[in-house]
């Protein structure tokens, strides 16, 4: 999207009404050194609690377009800059801020969250695969345990043995 086809985000009619609409608002609360998250993303074995609970705190800053694409970068020549350049260093500062040291120096230079959110997310995204397969073999192991004893009890039964409670005598 280039510069000429955003208008400022600052003359805008939600935003007059709502500060908190517009996503280049910063609240006083909102600070480069605020924890967004409780637990920082240490590898692929929180990976995808992190994210949710990092995706919720930056929508809750209405600050998750910066993340996920729906903003446009904004050029130096655009009226809303300023605002633009100082969100996207908040959210570059909260995003290494989440995550544990090895992780932050591999994205300390990036420019803009949405490619540092895009980074972590090439890293440990990837680990789906293996909890998914995980997960099948549990099932797979669940199923085959009631089947086997399915089985079992249909063996006995037609083998003579005890009648199952769920049968009822015919004729009674």
Not at 23 to 47: C, Q, R, T, W, Y
Not at 133 to 159: D, P
Request: overall charge negative.
């Amino acid at each position: 999207m280039t510069t000429e086809s955003v208008p400022p985000l600052s003359a805008s009619a939600p935003s007059l009404l709502d500060p908190n609409a517009n996503p280049l608002f910063v609240h006083s609360a909102d600070h480069a050194g605020i924890s967004l998250v409780f637990e920082k993303l240490s590898g692929i074995g929180n990976f995808n609690s992190w994210r949710r609970s990092m995706l919720l705190a930056l929508g809750s800053q209405n600050k998750d377009v910066f993340v996920n694409g729906s903003f446009p970068d904004l050029d130096e020549s655009h009226p809303d800059y300023g605002s633009w350049s100082r969100c996207n260093n908040i959210v570059c500062t909260w995003l290494v801020n989440a995550v544990e040291k090895p992780i932050a120096k591999s994205i300390m230079y990036l420019t803009m969250p949405r490619q540092m959110w895009q980074d972590i997310h090439d890293q440990f995204k990837q680990s789906d695969g293996p909890r998914t397969a995980e997960i099948k073999q549990q099932i797979y192991v669940e199923i085959q345990g009631s089947l086997n004893e399915l089985c079992e009890s249909q063996t006995t039964f037609k083998e003579g043995g005890t009648r199952s409670s769920f049968e009822v005598p015919y004729g009674t």
